[in-house]
């Protein structure tokens, strides 16, 4: 009887969290993969960053751009879109500016 409590206790409330959480996980990553891309795209030049921290960089201008459209401004979802898009732009630009200059300090080190 222990048993079977135990086992529908984990097939009732844990499997729906766990499968919950993995939901946020993946789509965060997919919607911090949009929000990094097209904010890639805004920004001009080459960016010497990687997917990964494209998808990163996305995901918290996703995340601190709605805070500042929906809850500060109070705009609608179209603005709030854009206000993500505009802060992981300046982060994807502050990355970029980052690593770029390392780069160009590494290949002037190894100059003769």
Do not use: D, K, Y
């Not at 995901?59 to 805070?67: A, N, T």
């Not at 992981?88 to 002037?108: E, F, K, M, P, Q």
């Amino acid at each position: 009887m222990v048993v079977l409590i135990v086992v529908l206790l984990v097939l009732l409330v844990v499997l729906p969290i766990v499968g919950w959480a993995l939901w946020l996980v993946i789509s965060a990553a997919l919607v911090g993969a949009v929000i990094g891309g097209l904010a890639r795209l805004v920004v001009p030049g080459r960016q010497e960053i990687g997917i990964l921290s494209t998808v990163v960089i996305g995901w918290i201008g996703s995340l601190f751009g709605s805070l500042i459209g929906r809850h500060l401004f109070h705009v609608g979802t179209f603005l709030t879109v854009l206000c993500e898009i505009a802060v992981a732009a300046i982060l994807v630009a502050i990355a970029s500016g980052r690593t770029g200059n390392a780069v160009a300090h590494r290949s002037t080190s190894l100059r003769w």
